[in-house]
């Protein structure tokens, strides 16, 4: 077997919903990234390229079900290369990342292109279709854009309740007080804020052409725990915690990464950012999502070889401020090397792209911070999580 590396990422801005990217089509933003990725190698033969492989939540619209080959060809890359496209929701992209690892590692691919793109702004409504014709009565819509929708009847009712109520549920389980939320969600948008102002994500971010959005749009530097404590909550009217302040945005966006073996090092002439140490995934009961990254990450740093006092850098996708507590408590990190340069919560969470986002950043981490070994992981709604362990070898 050989080793798996990620040399490169790269993603838009990530927009707000309905705000400045909503006019931008999930493929044309997928192409973007891909086509700017591409062109950071003027002397690789894109005939070399073996596959690329996106993630994607929706799939629903004009993603037409597989949007990496869409964005491939909309990218001009060679209709010769292969490309699929994976859904396992929010993890979508870094699911893309593991299936293209393993290739590596198998030594079916050499170059690999992955990455993920969401447009929750325009994801799609969506109806069943009638079992007889002409029926009489109104037909219902349902959104595309997040959560359960068309639910089967079987589902039991505690595992379909909305991922609001379902944080709530872990909070109650978990005793993660509003206060805590709150002043984690305000140091996600302060890191996100400083992040930017330091220029770390000069090179992971491409702005998408004939758009103004130049950073991601739904960073709040302004941010304190206590004008957060003063927000409504959302999915309890008595006894809840959870806030439009203290969860992830809904946002449009795209992200994309290059994995090689060794040799993909002379056919890009760079050398890799990090080796692929470890992955891990793991599943649980449909309302408690939020904790299902302790498990993914533990397996994937047993698989590495490691355990938790090894690694410098964590980058953990905040779906909701209180299950992200839930898994540093449960992990018991440092929460300084957690999302120094800013989480989800801030930076926004656009399904398919997050995946990529975190592997992207914590590899661009791992080489600024001069660490060793780092984590990245999310939780996905219906009771997964899935996570990958990252080698700096230059800090051995």
Not at 80 to 87: G, V
Not at 174 to 203: M, P, T
Request: glycine share 10%; net charge negative.
């Amino acid at each position: 077997m050989q080793e798996a590396y990620i040399y490169d990422s790269v993603r838009t801005p990530f927009g707000k919903l309905g705000g400045a990217l909503a006019g931008v089509r999930p493929d044309d933003m997928a192409a973007h990234v891909l086509k700017t990725l591409v062109e950071r190698y003027p002397n690789l033969d894109i005939e070399k390229i073996d596959e690329v492989s996106f993630g994607n939540a929706n799939g629903a619209g004009e993603e037409n079900r597989n949007v990496g080959r869409m964005a491939l060809l909309l990218a001009g890359l060679p209709v010769s290369i292969p490309a699929n496209t994976i859904n396992r929701l929010c993890g979508s992209s870094l699911d893309a990342a593991i299936s293209a690892s393993r290739q590596i590692n198998t030594n079916e691919a050499d170059l690999m292109l992955i990455g993920g793109t969401e447009s929750m702004s325009r994801a799609p409504w969506v109806t069943l279709k009638t079992e007889r014709p002409y029926p009489v009565g109104d037909m219902v819509m349902a959104s595309t854009t997040l959560g359960w929708r068309l639910v089967n009847k079987n589902m039991p009712k505690e595992w379909t309740v909305s991922l609001g109520e379902a944080t709530e549920q872990l909070v109650d389980k978990h005793k993660v007080s509003r206060e805590r939320q709150d002043e984690f969600a305000a140091r996600s948008h302060q890191l996100a804020a400083k992040a930017w102002a330091d220029g770390h994500y000069d090179d992971l971010v491409a702005p998408l052409a004939d758009t103004d959005l130049q950073q991601d749009q739904t960073i709040r530097a302004d941010s304190t725990a206590e004008t957060l404590a003063g927000l409504r909550t959302v999915f309890r009217k008595e006894n809840g915690t959870v806030t439009a302040g203290n969860a992830s945005p809904m946002n449009d966006g795209a992200s994309a990464a290059i994995l090689g073996s060794a040799k993909a090092a002379d056919l890009l002439g760079a050398q890799p950012l990090a080796r692929i140490a470890g992955r891990g995934a793991a599943a649980n009961e449909p309302q408690f999502f939020g904790e299902a990254p302790v498990e993914s990450a533990n397996i994937a740093l047993k698989r590495a070889g490691i355990s938790w006092e090894d690694v410098g850098a964590v980058e953990l996708n905040e779906a909701f401020a209180a299950q992200s507590l839930v898994c540093l408590d449960a992990w018991g990190v440092d929460h300084s090397i957690v999302n120094a340069w800013g989480g989800a919560i801030a930076l926004g969470h656009p399904l398919g792209a997050s995946g990529t986002r975190v592997l992207g950043t914590l590899a661009a981490r791992l080489k600024a911070e001069n660490q060793r070994w780092g984590v990245a992981s999310l939780c996905i709604g219906v009771g997964q999580g899935l996570a990958v362990v990252l080698e700096n070898e230059d800090a051995r």
